[in-house]
């Protein structure tokens, strides 16, 4: 193992454990597709750098992807996850 597959073994551990505290934050649980979509990324790519999965060469420009895509579907999840303001007035 290279050291840049350790860090980024670092990265993606804390991407899987930011997801699993903000589905518990969240949702109370850990069964919510935020933890479920993020935790197969992030496995996959961990599994990839200790050998364990083998893929072709994963490029830089790969690892960057996958982190945004995982960025916009946390982005969805909370906005989708928000409640509703009360917009009515109170007497």
């Known amino acids: 193992m290279t050291w840049s597959g350790l860090i980024w073994i670092v990265v993606f551990g804390l991407i899987f454990v930011g997801s699993l505290i903000l589905s518990l934050r969240l949702h109370g649980g850990v069964a919510t597709p935020l933890f479920f979509f993020s935790g197969g990324y992030c496995i996959s790519v961990v599994l990839y750098h200790l050998r364990l999965l083998h893929y072709p060469s994963v490029s ?3 690892h960057l992807i996958v982190i945004l895509s995982l ?11 928000a409640r509703p303001v009360d917009t009515r007035r109170n007497p």
């Open 60 to 62: 830089i420009a790969t």
């Open 71 to 81: 960025a916009a579907f946390t982005l969805g999840a909370l906005l989708g996850s």
